[in-house]
């Protein structure tokens, strides 16, 4: 999460500690009071976006 400023909730993806992939989703899209949501719902859509990221990454999904 970069904040109310610059509102996006950002995965970053790690390989032998590099970055290899970014994935950038503007709250409007995950939450529906966009820069006006909670800290709670924030932290929820940040865990399902991590999450769901995390099973593409597992299942091979994911071109990294």
Do not use: C
Request: proline share 5%; hydrophobic share 45%; aromatic share 6%.
């Amino acid at each position: 999460d970069w904040g109310a400023q610059n509102p996006f909730i950002v995965s970053q993806i790690f390989h032998r500690g590099a970055v290899v992939k970014v994935i950038k989703i503007p709250y409007t899209k995950v939450l529906p009071e966009g820069v006006n949501s909670t800290k709670v719902e924030i932290q929820t859509a940040m865990e399902a976006q991590h999450d769901s990221i995390l099973d593409l990454v597992v299942s091979g999904q994911l071109n990294l």
